[in-house]
């Protein structure tokens, strides 16, 4: 890609080359979003559609530490994640617009992509739903002796349910290979983290259970992806399930339909100066291995993967009505 | 441990091929064998395992087969059964066991959310091949949260299919064909009839989850039930006919899908109905049951339609209180027998 073409002295750098990706991959989810936002301002795509502009370091850093066939199971602010685990936009776009081509076949929409190539077990919607079924899949892999670890995301909304708890109860006493991931962006919807929590620090309480854990700056994608690899090696090393608390933030609204009248716009422009894509571009800038060119170079490969993306969703079939009824059960023995 | 312990396989061998059993003794074999098939089947919930299983279905099968396969769980009903979802998709064929299924309220959310959606959202991408059981139902003086009979409830839910065994055969097999079943199966055993004894082949034939199936043929009525009301039924129809009506006794057996064929042909040979159902009589699948003899074989009917529900309260403690609520074989005959008079043949 012509990303890669950014820098004479940095061609031949392996690192410098992973950082861009990870420029380009935060730069996808950015702008698929915000192609999503214009599209379902002019009715395009329907639904709830909850962005996840600010918090793209997480998804980001945490897949970068995961094996292709490592499962990861999320929520319903997903689109950064399947992204960064390797689902491609166009049957991610091609599910927005509720078509048969999309990776859901139109049944999910934006809050459940489902895709089984890239091991990507679900946008769940209830909130602290998806983290039994991550505790799950490891114990699968364990008793079939296969070397993976399940990476869960959830927001720190869930730490008020009670599957959370249970889950993370039941993955330290089994010492399950999961990593558990909870992205803290200060409001479960509308509601900030100190109206709902006596006790804020979240790392602290799942340490409670015997679970490894710590906070991690989610703003910076370099920091995430080495406490999640840090995680991982301790994981497949025996060492039982992992909890990070990734603190970071939503630049905008819960969903389309929010208006945003319990953040304080300060408290919003403030966590915008930290924007990890800024951040990492600067970074990249002032090790010398990315430039203006380079960047403007992500950008035009990036819109040109969207443009091809939302032609092709807007051009996709719709499921027959005929099939309404396929896939409450399942066609052939699993 | 070694394995097989005579204790906790108290079946004994007979000359004629058969064994004397309980309805409790088939259910663990039934488990027994599920786990002696395949590798991919393990057992976990609260109480599984050291235990013996709360009302000891279970008993024996940790020093057979270990506690990576007879998993006791902390009291977690959500957490136990989504995993058994994950675990599910992930490649293994879980057998869940909730205590009962009042105590599976606390894990509805992973059931309806998530097991019965999961392949439907994800577009047929990921199937979700588990078995719940749980003990339904009343009449053990357990008062209001350990004696309802909700599966009514879940046989509402698209994507399950929920079997109530009622027989020993049933007890025996129901759990292998819902083990083959490729996607969430519920499967209800009736408190009540965890001591009924009986004979089964040593070698038991394989038994559907897709039928209901006759238990006693008759031709002036039909008498439909399922689990714990089974017994019942027949008592009634041996009642009735010292009366001189002949009831036939349909097990609908399997709650979802229902096997309308089945409830049709028996109707329309007898042009009588009385439905049977220990749940709750509004909103109940006694209900659904009544609601497709209605639309479908009206025409056939001599008679309305006849329920016999547990009435409309919590289950009370004392015992006359309890057995007021529930249906019994007079409340069942006596419903039978009006579908002869009123002017209605």
């Known amino acids: 890609m012509s990303a890669r073409r950014a820098s004479r002295t940095s061609r031949t750098d392996p690192a410098a080359e992973h950082r861009r990706d990870l420029l380009r991959t935060m730069v996808l989810i950015r702008r698929f979003e915000e192609t999503c936002a214009e599209l379902y301002s002019a009715g395009r795509i329907r639904g709830f559609l909850h962005l996840y502009v600010g918090e793209e370091a997480v998804a980001t850093g945490v897949m970068s530490a995961l094996e292709p066939d490592e499962t990861v199971v999320t929520t319903y602010r997903e689109h950064g994640h399947a992204l960064a685990k390797g689902v491609t936009a166009e049957p991610l776009m091609a599910e927005m617009f509720g078509k048969v081509t999309g990776c859901s076949r139109g049944r999910g929409g934006s809050m459940h992509v489902f895709d089984r190539d890239t091991h990507f077990l679900g946008g769940n919607a209830v909130v602290a739903g998806g983290i039994p079924l991550a505790v799950g899949v490891a114990l699968a892999d364990r008793m079939q002796g296969r070397d993976r670890v399940t990476a869960c995301f959830f927001g720190d909304g869930a730490f008020a349910e009670g599957e959370l708890h249970e889950s993370l109860n039941l993955a330290a006493l089994w010492r399950l290979p999961v990593l558990l991931c909870c992205e803290n962006n200060l409001y479960a919807m509308g509601t900030a983290l100190v109206k ?19 906070a991690v700056d989610g703003m910076d994608v370099l920091a995430v992806e080495e406490a999640a690899r840090r995680a991982v090696d301790e994981i497949r090393g025996g060492a039982g399930p992992h909890f990070l608390e990734l603190r970071t933030y939503r630049f905008r609204a819960h969903s389309m339909y929010d208006a945003d009248r319990y953040r304080d716009k300060a408290e919003i422009e403030r966590w915008k100066e930290r924007d990890p894509i800024d951040a990492l571009a600067a970074r990249l800038d002032a090790d010398g291995v990315l430039g203006e060119a380079a960047r403007s170079a992500i950008e035009a490969d990036v819109a040109a993967e969207l443009e091809r993306a939302v032609a092709a969703a807007a051009e996709a079939p719709e499921e027959p009505v005929s099939d309404l009824l396929r896939f409450v059960h399942s066609e052939e023995p699993a | 441990m070694t394995t097989t312990t005579p204790t906790t396989t108290p079946t004994t061998g007979t000359p004629t091929g058969t064994v004397e059993t309980t309805y409790r003794e088939a259910l663990r074999e039934g488990l027994r064998d599920a786990l002696r098939g395949d590798d991919r089947v393990f057992l976990m919930g609260e109480d599984v395992g050291s235990y013996g299983g709360c009302f000891g279905v279970s008993l024996g099968l940790l020093e057979e087969f270990g506690p990576e396969r007879v998993r006791d769980t902390p009291l977690s009903e959500s957490a136990f059964v989504g995993a058994g979802i994950g675990a599910a998709v992930a490649g293994m064929r879980p057998v869940v066991e909730v205590m009962t299924v009042n105590f599976s309220l606390l894990a509805l959310d992973q059931i309806m959310n ?232």
């Not at chain 2, 036939?248 to 109707?267: F, I, K, M, T, Y």
């Not at chain 2, 016999?308 to 289950?315: I, N, R, S």
Request: aromatic residues 6%.
């Open chain 1, 196 to 214: 709902e929590h006596a006790q804020t620090d979240l790392a602290l309480r799942a340490s409670s259970y015997g679970v490894r854990s710590w």
């Open chain 2, 114 to 345: 998530n097991a019965a959606t999961l392949l439907h959202m994800s577009g047929g991408q990921f199937a979700v091949p588990l078995v719940i059981r749980m003990t339904t139902g009343g009449g053990r003086q357990l008062a209001a949260q350990h004696s309802h009979s909700l599966e009514g409830w879940y046989a509402h839910i698209p994507g399950l299919k929920v079997v109530a065994p009622a027989t020993l055969e049933d007890a025996r097999g129901m759990l292998a064909a819902a083990l083959a079943d490729p996607d969430p199966v519920l499967l209800f055993e009736h408190g009540s009839l965890y001591n009924t004894k009986g004979t089964l082949p040593a070698e038991p034939a394989p038994v559907d989850i897709a039928h209901a199936a006759v238990r006693r043929s008759g031709t002036d009525v039909t008498v439909l039930a399922y689990g714990g009301m089974l017994p019942r039924a027949l008592a009634a129809a041996d009642d009735l006919a010292s009366a001189g009506i002949s009831a036939e006794v349909v097990d609908l057996r399997v709650l979802r899908p229902l096997d309308e064929a089945a409830v049709l042909a028996s109707v329309r040979r007898t042009h009588r109905a009385v439905v049977v159902d220990e749940g709750w009589r509004s909103g109940s699948l006694a209900a659904e049951v009544a609601a497709r003899i209605a639309e479908q074989a009206f025409y056939d009917l001599d008679a309305p339609v006849a329920r016999v529900c547990t009435a409309e309260v919590p289950l009370p403690y004392a015992h006359q209180l309890e057995d007021a609520a529930l249906p019994s074989a007079e409340t069942i005959a006596a419903a039978a027998r009006s579908c002869f008079g009123g002017g209605h043949g």
